[in-house]
């Protein structure tokens, strides 16, 4: 582990601070929005809670890890390494976890036939975990070789769920009111702008000559990580409550039509 100036311990140990407090704000927001969703949504909704927590247990445990694994040192004004080492595990168990229920969370919100929803779910979710699984190793790894390898293994199952979220959730897309259609295109979009960071990120310490061993280097992707997580679960989770929302709105408003409609005449009868 190199040396960190003071400035730069601060800005990684701050952004991990950061990221555990809106992954917290974030669950507060959807256990307390559960109502304004009807009962069909809920479980996307409990997903999208669910993802938050587990990630904000995870950014509590790094966070505790970055102090641990670092010293002040007076004399050379800066953080040395104390010995413990810095556990890269906690993010790549999170994802294990969060990963999956991602992509389950955006399925659920589309409410399609039970049977179909099923298999589409299972197949994301399981490549969702094959990714996350074949990274590891390559994040782990001290040279570039091991980590290009895990790193282009891991790519084949990401493609593999950009390719059925293009094909399937576009077919089942079709089906739904204009307003939650559009929603769900852009949540799809952030989907894919979000989890094509990870691997950008991934990619940073292929660039460093000194075989990872750079203070901006390990910022830059510890940073990089934080972010698209905030993105890719907090701004994502507030994306699935919105599509959850206006399907409500505009179910509720079938409703009252229907029964509107049938309402008018009794009321012109009784008067
Ligand atoms: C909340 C966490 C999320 C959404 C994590 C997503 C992670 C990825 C999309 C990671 C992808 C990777 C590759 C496609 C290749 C290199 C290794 C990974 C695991 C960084």
Redesign the pocket.
């Known amino acids: 582990m190199p040396e960190f100036s003071l400035d730069e311990y601060s800005l990684v140990y701050n952004a991990f601070s950061f990221t555990f407090a809106a992954m917290f704000a974030t669950f507060i927001f959807l256990v307390l929005s559960r109502t304004q969703v009807s009962a069909k949504y809920r479980p996307a909704l409990t997903m999208s809670a669910l993802?938050v927590a587990i990630?904000g247990y995870h950014y509590f445990r790094i966070f505790e890890s970055w102090e641990a694994a670092f010293v002040l040192n007076d004399a050379a004004d800066a953080y040395i390494a104390s010995g413990t080492p810095f556990n890269d595990a906690y993010r790549?168990i999170?994802?294990l976890l969060?990963?999956p229920l991602?992509v389950a969370e955006l399925v659920a919100v589309l409410s399609l036939p039970p049977r179909k929803a099923g298999w589409l779910t299972a197949r994301l979710a399981g490549a969702?975990a094959l990714?996350?699984l074949?990274?590891?190793p390559?994040?782990i790894a001290d040279d570039a070789g091991t980590r290009a390898l895990?790193?282009?293994l891991?790519?084949i199952p990401?493609l593999y769920i950009v390719y059925a979220l293009f094909t399937e959730l576009g077919e089942a897309m079709e089906r739904l009111p204009e307003q939650a259609r559009v929603l769900v295109r852009n949540t799809r979009l952030l989907l894919f702008a979000?989890?094509?960071f990870?691997?950008i990120?991934?990619?940073i310490p292929l660039f460093d000559e000194n075989a990872f061993a750079q203070a901006g280097t390990i910022m830059a992707v510890q940073i990089g990580y934080a972010v698209?997580?905030i993105a890719?679960?907090c701004g994502y989770g507030i994306m699935i409550y919105a599509i959850a929302r206006t399907k409500t709105l505009a179910e509720q408003a079938e409703d009252a039509e229907v029964s509107g409609g049938a309402a008018a005449p009794a009321m012109a009868a009784g008067d």
Do not use: I, N, Q, R
Request: negative net charge.
């Open positions: 993802v990630a790549y999170d994802w969060t990963v991602l969702a990714m996350v074949l990274g590891y390559g994040e895990w790193g282009t891991s790519t990401f979000t989890w094509g990870y691997p990120v991934y990619m698209a997580d890719a679960k």
